[in-house]
């Protein structure tokens, strides 16, 4: 099955600046990368995804890079503030009802 | 209205006893998912649905039992509790594939003295 490994573990950061998370994954078959945002004791909630299909996406502040060789894929949150502080999840999955994901990243921003 | 409910949040139990964690969605999504967090929050797939077919069973000791009785229901039954099974449980349903947003519950606190 698909395995996703996600670094850093945990990232402290000083407000306003920039913050990068990355993931990886075994199964090339795997078209489908969403990002999580766990807020402390909430569920998670979907922040943003790609496809395989595409390089890049952007929405806002924070933009996705998918590098289908490398199997590998980004997260990347610009000009951070307090509330972008939570547990920030990877995810891979295909057509087969089965979402993998890392292990989480422990964002913190220090105003 | 919510998309995905899961009764009860909280449930706290002595080892041994059989517990169960129900789910509903009204969002019309044909695949529904239970996935265990724990407290190193790392979030576990165990099983997934699909209309109502069991599609991923992943690893998970048969002393947990999924139930689909439509697919708009996802029960979750735990017999003989360990504390090891202290975690939090999501339910959460996707469109058919899984290639689409998964929307979660609430989550299912789960502890075992």
């Known amino acids: 099955g698909e395995n996703v490994e996600q670094h850093p573990s945990t990232l402290s950061v000083q407000e306003g600046d920039s913050a990068v998370i990355k993931c990886t994954y075994s199964d090339s078959a795997s078209n489908y990368f969403p990002w999580y945002k766990q807020e402390l004791g909430k569920r998670p909630q979907l922040i943003i995804d790609?496809?395989?299909?595409?390089g890049e996406k952007k929405d806002q502040r924070i933009a996705v890079t998918l590098n289908k060789t490398a199997k590998h894929f980004s997260l990347h949150i610009t000009e951070t503030q307090p509330e972008d502080s939570a547990v920030y999840f990877c995810a891979a999955s295909n057509n087969n009802n089965d979402m993998r994901f890392g292990a989480g990243t422990r964002l913190t921003v220090k105003p | 209205d919510t998309a995905v409910s899961q009764t009860p949040k909280y449930l706290v139990t002595q080892m041994g006893n059989d517990k169960s964690i129900k789910c509903e969605q009204n969002l019309g999504h044909d695949t529904m998912y239970w996935y265990k967090q724990d407290s190193k929050k790392f979030l576990k797939i165990m099983f997934s649905?699909?209309?109502?077919?069991?599609?991923i069973n992943e690893t998970v000791p048969n002393r947990f039992s999924p139930k689909s009785p439509d697919k708009a229901h996802l029960n979750l039954h735990i017999n003989s509790l360990e504390l090891g099974d202290s975690a939090v449980y999501f339910c959460?349903?996707?469109?058919?594939?899984?290639?689409?947003?998964?929307?979660f519950g609430e989550g299912s606190r789960l502890t075992v003295l």
């Open positions: 959460a349903s996707s469109q058919a594939g899984g290639v689409g947003e998964l929307f």
């Open positions: 649905y699909n209309n109502k077919e069991l599609i």
């Open positions: 790609i496809r395989s299909n595409v």
